[in-house]
C-alpha cells in the first residue's frame, strides 16, 4: 500500500509518501509545495493545486492522509489556512483517492507515543522509522507522520475487519 500524508499551508504544504508492506514501512518521496505570499489567494491556491497534482500523477499512492486544521486566534489566518486544506483534500479526492484525517496531537501520539510532542521528537522517531530518509524540511516531516500515522491506522482496521469476518463465520 503507498500513503501520502498531507501537512496543509498556504505558504508550504508539505507531502510525503510512503509503501508499507504488513509491518514494514520504507521512505519513498517527500517534499514541500510551496506557494508565493505576494501572489494572489486564489493565484496561491491554484498553484499548491497544480504541483499537489503532479505529485499524485508521479507517485500514484493508493491512500491519502491530512492533517485537521486547529482553530487558532487568528481567525484570517485559520480560514486561509482551511482553503489551502481544502486543496489537500480535492487533489486526492478527484484522484480517487481515499482520504483519512488526523487531529495534530493523534498524528503526534501515534508517532512518538505522547499527544504534546515537540516537532524535534517527531522529527526523531521519522529518522527512526524511515531510516536513511533524507527530510525535505518540518512540514514534510509533518506530512510523513501523517502517512505514518494513517498506515497504523488503516492496518488496525483492516485486522480489525478480518476478525469480525472471522467471527461471524
Not at 520504507?26 to 504541483?51: I, K, M, P, W, Y
Not at 499527544?115 to 514534510?140: C, F, S, Y
Request: net charge positive.
Amino acid at each position: 500500500m503507498r500513503v501520502m500524508g498531507i501537512d496543509p499551508g498556504l505558504r508550504n504544504m508539505g507531502w510525503g509518501i510512503i509503501d508499507v508492506t504488513g509491518s514494514r514501512m520504507s521512505h519513498v518521496a517527500n517534499g514541500t509545495c510551496r506557494s508565493a505570499a505576494s501572489d494572489e489567494l486564489a493565484t496561491r491556491l491554484l498553484s499548491l493545486f497544480d504541483q499537489l497534482t503532479e505529485i499524485v500523477k508521479t507517485y500514484a499512492p493508493d491512500c491519502a492522509a491530512v492533517e485537521q486544521t486547529f482553530v487558532n486566534k487568528d481567525a484570517v489566518a485559520t480560514l486561509k489556512l482551511g482553503q489551502a486544506r481544502s486543496v489537500a483534500l480535492l487533489v486526492p479526492a478527484r484522484a480517487g483517492i481515499p482520504i483519512g484525517e488526523y487531529a495534530p496531537n493523534a498524528v503526534k501520539k501515534t508517532v512518538v507515543g505522547v499527544g504534546h510532542a515537540a516537532k524535534q521528537q517527531v522529527e526523531h522517531m521519522i529518522k527512526l522509522q524511515l531510516p536513511g530518509a533524507k527530510l525535505e524540511g518540518p512540514d514534510a516531516v509533518d506530512a510523513l507522520a501523517i502517512a505514518i500515522t494513517h498506515s497504523y491506522h488503516a492496518q488496525s482496521s483492516s485486522r480489525l475487519a478480518d476478525a469480525l469476518k472471522k467471527a461471524a463465520s
